[in-house]
């Protein structure tokens, strides 16, 4: 018992590092080279690069999502409210991956595919772009909380979940309010690296005060 837990969260590292690794590629590196490239680049890098990242991207999602419920299975009463925040974070994360930002950039990779071939862009392309960009970036703003729990429920964490459900549940209106703009909203702040990453603190101080003071 205590090894399949100990290989799982192993595996849990090893996928987690993958998946946002990429997360952090694509959206510090490859969405601001994609600004200022040519067409023909651009192009040529969706049909032959994104395509390869994303395969990594999306499997590196379902792993560290699979070996998160395998630990969590095994840990059964031991989980925090710590642990309970960063996993619905992850969650989240891993179903934006596969429901929202896969099945938009295969219309993408398909539209540019076709324009690399003599055709003419998918006219469904220009919405998915937006889709998945904000996805992402959403993705992005969460990776940061997300990873501050899943350390604090081992290192300075606040216990289980009794006595902590008004903090849980404000926390988790938080996160449903942020995940409903991914889907139907604007990315505002999140448009800019900058202005990602000092959401993604931001939302990180918001959580740590409501887990630890409400």
């Not at 974070?89 to 071939?117: C, D, E, H, R, Y």
């Not at 996805?135 to 009794?162: D, E, K, Q, V, W």
């Not at 909203?185 to 000092?198: E, L, Q, Y």
């Amino acid at each position: 018992m205590d090894l399949i837990d100990y290989l799982a969260r192993w595996g849990h590292f090893l996928a987690g590092i993958t998946w946002i690794g990429l997360l952090y590629y694509f959206n510090f590196v490859q969405t601001e080279y994609f600004k200022e490239a040519d067409g023909d680049a651009r192009t040529d890098a969706f049909v032959k690069l994104v395509p390869r990242a994303l395969w990594w991207f999306r499997w590196g999602a379902m792993f560290t999502f699979l070996t998160g419920l395998i630990m969590l299975g095994y840990r059964g009463a031991g989980v925090t409210i710590d642990i309970t925040v960063g996993a619905v974070l992850g969650t989240l994360m891993f179903l934006n991956v596969w429901l929202i930002i896969w099945p938009n950039q295969k219309i993408l990779i398909a539209s540019n595919t076709q324009v690399k071939g003599g055709g003419e862009a998918l006219p469904e392309a220009a919405a998915a772009a937006p889709k998945a960009a904000l996805a992402s970036r959403t993705n992005t703003l969460f990776s940061i909380p997300m990873l501050f729990f899943m350390g604090s429920s081992a290192h300075y964490g606040h216990g289980g979940l009794a006595g902590n459900d008004m903090a849980l549940i404000v926390a988790l209106v938080i996160i449903a309010a942020l995940q409903l703009n991914a889907i139907i909203g604007k990315p505002g702040p999140m448009a800019s690296v900058k202005g990602v990453i000092t959401s993604g603190f931001a939302l990180t101080a918001v959580l740590w005060a409501t887990v630890a003071l409400v």
